[in-house]
Protein backbone atom coordinates (compact mmCIF):
# COMPACT_ATOMS: atom_id res chain seq x y z
CA UNK A 1 0.00 0.00 0.00
CA UNK A 2 1.69 3.18 -1.38
CA UNK A 3 1.96 6.27 1.43
CA UNK A 4 -1.04 8.15 0.18
CA UNK A 5 -3.45 5.05 0.69
CA UNK A 6 -2.15 4.83 4.00
CA UNK A 7 -2.44 8.53 4.94
CA UNK A 8 -6.39 8.11 3.38
CA UNK A 9 -7.17 5.09 5.53
CA UNK A 10 -5.90 6.87 8.39
CA UNK A 11 -8.03 9.83 8.05
CA UNK A 12 -11.25 8.13 7.08
CA UNK A 13 -10.94 5.66 10.36
CA UNK A 14 -10.71 9.20 12.24
CA UNK A 15 -13.39 10.48 10.68
CA UNK A 16 -15.76 8.03 11.26
CA UNK A 17 -14.62 7.80 15.08
CA UNK A 18 -15.23 11.84 15.47
CA UNK A 19 -18.51 11.55 13.52
CA UNK A 20 -19.62 8.71 15.98
CA UNK A 21 -18.77 11.02 18.79
CA UNK A 22 -20.70 13.65 17.90
CA UNK A 23 -23.79 11.38 17.04
CA UNK A 24 -23.02 9.87 20.74
CA UNK A 25 -23.06 13.65 22.31
CA UNK A 26 -26.00 14.96 19.92
CA UNK A 27 -28.15 11.81 21.51
CA UNK A 28 -27.25 12.55 25.10
CA UNK A 29 -27.94 16.43 24.56
CA UNK A 30 -31.31 15.43 23.46
CA UNK A 31 -32.25 13.49 26.42
CA UNK A 32 -30.83 16.06 28.39
CA UNK A 33 -33.69 18.30 30.15
CA UNK A 34 -33.81 21.86 29.11
CA UNK A 35 -33.69 24.62 31.56
CA UNK A 36 -37.57 25.04 30.31
CA UNK A 37 -38.28 21.84 31.14
CA UNK A 38 -36.77 21.54 34.32
CA UNK A 39 -38.75 24.49 35.24
CA UNK A 40 -42.44 22.94 34.42
CA UNK A 41 -41.36 19.96 35.85
CA UNK A 42 -41.30 21.72 39.51
CA UNK A 43 -43.55 23.73 38.82
CA UNK A 44 -45.80 20.75 38.37
CA UNK A 45 -44.31 19.21 41.66
CA UNK A 46 -45.07 22.22 43.60
CA UNK A 47 -48.98 22.50 42.26
CA UNK A 48 -49.12 18.86 43.12
CA UNK A 49 -47.37 19.41 46.63
CA UNK A 50 -50.06 22.58 47.05
CA UNK A 51 -52.75 20.19 45.95
CA UNK A 52 -51.89 17.38 48.81
CA UNK A 53 -50.99 20.07 51.43
CA UNK A 54 -54.30 22.24 51.28
CA UNK A 55 -56.40 18.77 51.24
CA UNK A 56 -57.90 18.72 54.83
CA UNK A 57 -58.57 14.68 54.06
CA UNK A 58 -54.91 13.79 53.69
CA UNK A 59 -53.14 12.34 56.58
CA UNK A 60 -51.69 15.27 58.69
CA UNK A 61 -48.13 13.65 58.51
CA UNK A 62 -47.91 13.24 54.86
CA UNK A 63 -48.80 16.81 54.97
CA UNK A 64 -46.15 18.03 56.95
CA UNK A 65 -43.80 16.03 54.38
CA UNK A 66 -45.74 17.65 51.43
CA UNK A 67 -44.65 20.70 53.37
CA UNK A 68 -41.18 20.34 54.04
CA UNK A 69 -40.84 18.72 50.47
CA UNK A 70 -42.00 22.17 48.93
CA UNK A 71 -39.22 23.53 50.53
CA UNK A 72 -36.86 21.83 49.20
CA UNK A 73 -37.30 23.33 45.42
CA UNK A 74 -36.03 26.45 44.13
CA UNK A 75 -36.90 30.00 45.69
CA UNK A 76 -39.27 30.94 42.90
CA UNK A 77 -41.23 28.17 42.64
CA UNK A 78 -41.56 27.71 46.16
CA UNK A 79 -42.47 30.98 47.01
CA UNK A 80 -45.66 31.15 44.52
CA UNK A 81 -46.85 27.77 46.20
CA UNK A 82 -46.05 29.50 49.37
CA UNK A 83 -48.00 32.88 48.31
CA UNK A 84 -51.22 29.76 47.10
CA UNK A 85 -50.83 28.82 50.60
CA UNK A 86 -51.36 31.79 52.25
CA UNK A 87 -54.94 31.44 51.68
CA UNK A 88 -55.15 28.30 52.87
CA UNK A 89 -58.47 27.15 55.36
CA UNK A 90 -56.16 25.56 57.40
CA UNK A 91 -54.58 28.89 59.10
CA UNK A 92 -51.61 26.72 60.57
CA UNK A 93 -50.57 25.85 56.98
CA UNK A 94 -51.39 29.87 55.76
CA UNK A 95 -49.42 31.24 58.90
CA UNK A 96 -46.03 28.96 58.14
CA UNK A 97 -46.19 29.66 54.71
CA UNK A 98 -46.71 33.64 55.50
CA UNK A 99 -43.48 33.46 57.79
CA UNK A 100 -41.58 31.22 54.85
CA UNK A 101 -42.37 34.09 52.46
CA UNK A 102 -41.02 36.65 55.09
CA UNK A 103 -38.02 34.68 55.29
CA UNK A 104 -37.42 34.98 51.42
CA UNK A 105 -38.22 38.44 51.14
CA UNK A 106 -41.06 38.10 48.58
CA UNK A 107 -42.55 40.93 47.20
CA UNK A 108 -46.18 41.76 48.27
CA UNK A 109 -46.32 39.20 51.10
CA UNK A 110 -48.03 42.08 53.24
CA UNK A 111 -50.86 42.30 50.63
CA UNK A 112 -51.36 38.47 51.34
CA UNK A 113 -51.43 38.49 55.29
CA UNK A 114 -53.08 41.91 56.56
CA UNK A 115 -56.74 41.05 55.40
CA UNK A 116 -56.26 37.42 56.77
CA UNK A 117 -53.81 37.74 60.09
CA UNK A 118 -56.58 39.11 62.57
CA UNK A 119 -58.67 36.64 61.73
CA UNK A 120 -56.01 33.83 62.97
CA UNK A 121 -55.60 32.44 65.93
CA UNK A 122 -53.09 33.89 68.50
CA UNK A 123 -50.16 31.19 68.26
CA UNK A 124 -50.47 31.47 64.34
CA UNK A 125 -50.48 35.22 64.30
CA UNK A 126 -47.09 34.78 66.39
CA UNK A 127 -45.45 32.25 64.04
CA UNK A 128 -45.72 34.82 61.10
CA UNK A 129 -44.69 37.61 64.11
CA UNK A 130 -41.54 36.09 65.12
CA UNK A 131 -40.36 35.54 61.42
CA UNK A 132 -40.75 39.52 61.57
CA UNK A 133 -39.16 41.29 64.28
CA UNK A 134 -35.55 40.05 63.89
CA UNK A 135 -35.59 40.53 60.74
CA UNK A 136 -33.35 44.31 59.22
CA UNK A 137 -35.66 46.82 59.73
CA UNK A 138 -38.29 46.64 56.66
CA UNK A 139 -41.02 48.74 56.02
CA UNK A 140 -42.69 46.29 53.90
CA UNK A 141 -43.21 44.53 56.92
CA UNK A 142 -45.00 46.89 59.05
CA UNK A 143 -48.48 46.70 57.90
CA UNK A 144 -48.63 43.78 59.52
CA UNK A 145 -47.47 44.75 62.49
CA UNK A 146 -49.78 47.84 62.07
CA UNK A 147 -53.03 45.65 61.66
CA UNK A 148 -52.09 43.15 64.67
CA UNK A 149 -51.69 46.05 67.45
CA UNK A 150 -54.47 47.98 65.42
CA UNK A 151 -57.20 44.96 65.66
CA UNK A 152 -55.79 43.54 69.32
CA UNK A 153 -54.54 46.70 71.48
CA UNK A 154 -58.34 47.71 71.71
CA UNK A 155 -59.18 44.36 71.76
CA UNK A 156 -57.20 42.22 74.13
CA UNK A 157 -58.74 39.85 76.61
CA UNK A 158 -58.43 40.87 80.20
CA UNK A 159 -57.21 37.44 80.85
CA UNK A 160 -53.46 38.16 80.57
CA UNK A 161 -50.60 35.21 80.24
CA UNK A 162 -47.54 35.40 81.85
CA UNK A 163 -45.02 37.57 80.64
CA UNK A 164 -42.56 34.98 80.15
CA UNK A 165 -44.65 34.51 77.30
CA UNK A 166 -45.49 37.43 74.51
CA UNK A 167 -48.80 38.09 72.58
CA UNK A 168 -49.18 39.21 69.44
CA UNK A 169 -49.52 42.44 70.80
CA UNK A 170 -46.15 42.61 72.18
CA UNK A 171 -44.26 41.24 69.40
CA UNK A 172 -46.30 43.21 66.52
CA UNK A 173 -45.46 46.43 68.66
CA UNK A 174 -41.54 45.40 69.33
CA UNK A 175 -41.63 45.54 65.51
CA UNK A 176 -43.28 48.96 65.17
CA UNK A 177 -40.10 50.03 67.52
CA UNK A 178 -38.13 50.56 64.19
CA UNK A 179 -40.75 52.80 62.37
CA UNK A 180 -40.46 56.24 62.09
CA UNK A 181 -43.53 57.12 61.42
CA UNK A 182 -45.63 59.94 63.45
CA UNK A 183 -48.85 57.81 63.19
CA UNK A 184 -46.94 54.35 64.42
CA UNK A 185 -46.17 56.66 67.60
CA UNK A 186 -49.56 57.77 67.43
CA UNK A 187 -50.78 53.89 67.47
CA UNK A 188 -48.64 52.71 69.95
CA UNK A 189 -49.17 55.70 72.13
CA UNK A 190 -52.86 55.00 72.08
CA UNK A 191 -52.15 50.68 72.44
CA UNK A 192 -50.08 51.72 75.42
CA UNK A 193 -53.09 53.53 77.37
CA UNK A 194 -55.19 50.87 76.44
CA UNK A 195 -53.20 48.03 77.35
CA UNK A 196 -50.35 49.39 79.86
CA UNK A 197 -49.81 45.68 80.47
CA UNK A 198 -48.57 44.86 77.87
CA UNK A 199 -44.67 44.67 78.27
CA UNK A 200 -44.02 44.66 74.38
CA UNK A 201 -45.65 47.84 74.18
CA UNK A 202 -43.76 49.37 76.92
CA UNK A 203 -40.15 48.16 75.52
CA UNK A 204 -41.30 49.46 71.69
CA UNK A 205 -41.93 52.80 73.04
CA UNK A 206 -38.32 52.80 75.13
CA UNK A 207 -37.09 52.20 71.07
CA UNK A 208 -39.49 54.80 69.94
CA UNK A 209 -37.89 57.21 72.42
CA UNK A 210 -38.87 60.37 74.61
CA UNK A 211 -42.37 59.92 76.22
CA UNK A 212 -44.46 62.50 76.07
CA UNK A 213 -46.41 63.84 79.11
CA UNK A 214 -48.92 61.73 79.71
CA UNK A 215 -46.75 58.48 78.91
CA UNK A 216 -44.12 59.52 81.41
CA UNK A 217 -46.87 59.76 84.47
CA UNK A 218 -47.95 56.24 82.90
CA UNK A 219 -44.62 54.77 82.89
CA UNK A 220 -43.62 56.84 86.41
CA UNK A 221 -46.58 54.98 88.12
CA UNK A 222 -45.92 51.52 86.70
CA UNK A 223 -42.32 51.24 87.61
CA UNK A 224 -42.90 52.29 91.04
CA UNK A 225 -45.96 49.82 91.76
CA UNK A 226 -44.78 46.87 93.70
CA UNK A 227 -47.91 44.62 93.06
CA UNK A 228 -47.02 44.50 89.08
CA UNK A 229 -44.83 41.79 87.98
CA UNK A 230 -41.04 42.92 88.04
CA UNK A 231 -40.69 42.79 84.18
CA UNK A 232 -43.47 45.00 83.63
CA UNK A 233 -41.86 47.27 85.93
CA UNK A 234 -38.31 47.39 84.69
CA UNK A 235 -40.09 47.63 81.07
CA UNK A 236 -41.87 50.89 81.86
CA UNK A 237 -38.67 52.15 83.79
CA UNK A 238 -36.66 51.52 80.68
CA UNK A 239 -38.92 53.86 78.52
CA UNK A 240 -39.10 56.72 81.27
CA UNK A 241 -35.10 56.51 81.60
CA UNK A 242 -34.14 58.80 78.91
CA UNK A 243 -35.56 61.68 80.97
CA UNK A 244 -35.53 60.00 84.61
CA UNK A 245 -31.87 59.12 86.29
CA UNK A 246 -33.89 56.95 88.87
CA UNK A 247 -36.09 55.02 86.38
CA UNK A 248 -32.55 54.05 84.37
CA UNK A 249 -31.24 52.71 87.58
CA UNK A 250 -34.47 50.87 88.61
CA UNK A 251 -34.03 49.22 85.11
CA UNK A 252 -30.32 48.55 85.03
CA UNK A 253 -30.64 47.50 88.80
CA UNK A 254 -33.41 45.11 88.37
CA UNK A 255 -31.57 43.62 85.22
CA UNK A 256 -28.43 43.19 87.15
CA UNK A 257 -30.03 41.31 90.27
CA UNK A 258 -31.79 38.76 87.75
CA UNK A 259 -28.10 38.34 86.16
CA UNK A 260 -26.45 37.73 89.48
CA UNK A 261 -28.76 35.47 90.49
CA UNK A 262 -28.40 32.87 87.60
CA UNK A 263 -25.76 33.84 85.51
CA UNK A 264 -23.21 31.40 86.75
CA UNK A 265 -25.81 28.47 87.45
CA UNK A 266 -25.79 25.75 84.38
CA UNK A 267 -28.83 24.81 82.84
CA UNK A 268 -28.61 21.12 83.39
CA UNK A 269 -27.57 21.87 87.15
CA UNK A 270 -30.57 23.93 87.80
CA UNK A 271 -32.70 21.27 85.87
CA UNK A 272 -31.27 18.27 87.94
CA UNK A 273 -31.95 20.25 91.10
CA UNK A 274 -35.22 20.95 90.53
CA UNK A 275 -36.15 17.48 89.92
CA UNK A 276 -35.79 16.59 93.80
CA UNK A 277 -35.67 20.23 95.81
CA UNK A 278 -39.14 22.39 95.92
CA UNK A 279 -36.52 25.23 96.69
CA UNK A 280 -34.85 24.66 93.19
CA UNK A 281 -37.75 23.90 91.49
CA UNK A 282 -39.36 27.63 92.53
CA UNK A 283 -35.70 29.12 91.21
CA UNK A 284 -35.88 27.30 87.78
CA UNK A 285 -39.67 28.61 87.49
CA UNK A 286 -38.32 32.32 88.42
CA UNK A 287 -35.95 31.55 85.72
CA UNK A 288 -37.95 30.96 83.04
CA UNK A 289 -40.53 33.55 83.73
CA UNK A 290 -37.79 36.74 84.52
CA UNK A 291 -35.53 35.68 81.17
CA UNK A 292 -37.44 38.00 78.83
CA UNK A 293 -35.71 41.05 81.45
CA UNK A 294 -32.78 40.72 79.12
CA UNK A 295 -34.35 41.71 75.57
CA UNK A 296 -34.99 45.41 77.75
CA UNK A 297 -31.02 45.72 77.10
CA UNK A 298 -32.05 45.92 73.10
CA UNK A 299 -33.65 48.59 73.25
CA UNK A 300 -32.40 50.73 76.74
CA UNK A 301 -31.14 54.49 76.21
CA UNK A 302 -28.77 54.26 78.91
CA UNK A 303 -24.72 53.35 78.74
CA UNK A 304 -25.03 51.08 81.30
CA UNK A 305 -26.74 48.66 79.03
CA UNK A 306 -23.75 47.68 76.80
CA UNK A 307 -21.45 47.42 79.82
CA UNK A 308 -24.55 45.07 81.20
CA UNK A 309 -24.89 43.03 78.08
CA UNK A 310 -21.11 42.26 77.54
CA UNK A 311 -20.31 42.01 80.93
CA UNK A 312 -22.18 39.23 81.31
CA UNK A 313 -21.53 37.73 77.86
CA UNK A 314 -18.80 34.62 78.79
CA UNK A 315 -21.04 32.92 82.06
CA UNK A 316 -21.41 29.81 82.39
CA UNK A 317 -25.49 29.77 81.89
CA UNK A 318 -26.28 29.09 78.18
CA UNK A 319 -29.02 30.54 77.83
CA UNK A 320 -28.53 33.63 79.55
CA UNK A 321 -25.37 34.20 77.17
CA UNK A 322 -27.43 32.92 74.29
CA UNK A 323 -29.51 35.65 74.51
CA UNK A 324 -27.16 37.78 75.54
CA UNK A 325 -25.01 37.81 72.47
CA UNK A 326 -28.18 37.49 70.17
CA UNK A 327 -28.96 41.36 71.86
CA UNK A 328 -25.26 42.05 70.92
CA UNK A 329 -24.93 41.44 67.91
CA UNK A 330 -28.50 42.89 67.01
CA UNK A 331 -27.29 46.44 69.18
CA UNK A 332 -23.78 46.52 69.26
CA UNK A 333 -22.47 44.45 65.82
CA UNK A 334 -19.00 45.96 65.96
CA UNK A 335 -17.94 45.55 69.75
CA UNK A 336 -19.45 41.86 69.32
CA UNK A 337 -17.04 41.60 66.18
CA UNK A 338 -13.74 42.51 68.23
CA UNK A 339 -14.55 39.87 70.27
CA UNK A 340 -13.07 36.13 69.83
CA UNK A 341 -14.99 32.98 70.02
CA UNK A 342 -15.19 33.04 73.79
CA UNK A 343 -17.07 30.50 75.68
CA UNK A 344 -19.07 30.07 72.90
CA UNK A 345 -19.27 26.53 71.05
CA UNK A 346 -17.77 26.79 67.41
CA UNK A 347 -21.03 26.83 65.88
CA UNK A 348 -23.27 28.65 68.06
CA UNK A 349 -20.22 31.75 67.33
CA UNK A 350 -20.36 31.01 64.01
CA UNK A 351 -23.89 31.11 63.95
CA UNK A 352 -24.03 34.82 65.74
CA UNK A 353 -21.68 35.74 63.20
CA UNK A 354 -23.91 34.72 60.24
CA UNK A 355 -26.73 36.17 62.03
CA UNK A 356 -25.12 39.63 62.59
CA UNK A 357 -24.22 39.86 58.46
CA UNK A 358 -27.97 39.74 58.08
CA UNK A 359 -28.94 41.94 60.42
CA UNK A 360 -26.25 44.67 59.65
CA UNK A 361 -25.55 43.66 55.82
CA UNK A 362 -22.59 46.66 55.95
CA UNK A 363 -20.84 44.47 58.40
CA UNK A 364 -20.40 41.39 56.10
CA UNK A 365 -16.88 41.92 55.51
CA UNK A 366 -15.78 42.42 59.12
CA UNK A 367 -17.61 38.76 59.03
CA UNK A 368 -15.93 36.68 55.52
CA UNK A 369 -12.51 37.74 57.67
CA UNK A 370 -13.81 35.29 60.60
CA UNK A 371 -16.12 32.78 58.39
CA UNK A 372 -15.35 31.28 54.62
CA UNK A 373 -17.43 32.63 52.26
CA UNK A 374 -19.06 28.59 51.76
CA UNK A 375 -19.58 28.52 55.42
CA UNK A 376 -21.63 31.65 55.69
CA UNK A 377 -23.48 30.87 53.37
CA UNK A 378 -24.48 27.79 54.61
CA UNK A 379 -25.33 29.38 57.63
CA UNK A 380 -27.59 32.21 55.97
CA UNK A 381 -29.65 29.40 54.00
CA UNK A 382 -30.33 27.53 57.69
CA UNK A 383 -31.55 31.05 58.59
CA UNK A 384 -33.57 31.35 56.19
CA UNK A 385 -34.65 28.43 55.74
CA UNK A 386 -35.36 27.21 59.38
CA UNK A 387 -35.96 31.01 60.70
CA UNK A 388 -33.90 32.58 64.13
CA UNK A 389 -35.69 30.59 66.26
CA UNK A 390 -35.02 27.23 64.27
CA UNK A 391 -31.11 28.21 64.56
CA UNK A 392 -30.86 29.84 68.31
CA UNK A 393 -34.21 28.44 69.87
CA UNK A 394 -36.41 29.99 72.99
CA UNK A 395 -33.23 32.46 73.17
CA UNK A 396 -34.37 34.34 70.06
CA UNK A 397 -37.73 35.06 71.03
CA UNK A 398 -36.35 36.27 74.39
CA UNK A 399 -33.35 38.87 72.72
CA UNK A 400 -35.84 39.99 70.51
CA UNK A 401 -38.33 41.01 72.99
Not at 173 to 202: I, K, M, N, T, Y
Not at 332 to 338: C, G, S, V, Y
Amino acid sequence: MTTTARIRKALRSVLSVTLVCLWAAGALLSQAPSSDSRRADAQQQAHLLVERISNPASPARQRVDDYQDLSKLDVKTRDLAYASLVGSADESIASMAAAALIRDNFAGVSGLVVPRISRWSENNQLVVLEAIRFMQVNPAYFDIAREVVSHMAPNATTAKPPLSRATPLDVAAVVLAGSDSADDRALLSSALVSQPGSRGVWLAMTGQGKLGPREAILADSTYKNSNLDPQLRIAAAAALASADPSAAAFATSGIRSFLSRFADREMGEMLNLALTDPKEKQHLYDFREQLSVLSTLRFLDDSKAESIAFDFLSVRNEEIRMTLGLVAVVRWPQRFLTLGQGVFTRDEYESLLAFLSVVHPDETPAVLARLSKSRLDELVSRLTRVGVAGVFGSAAMLAAG
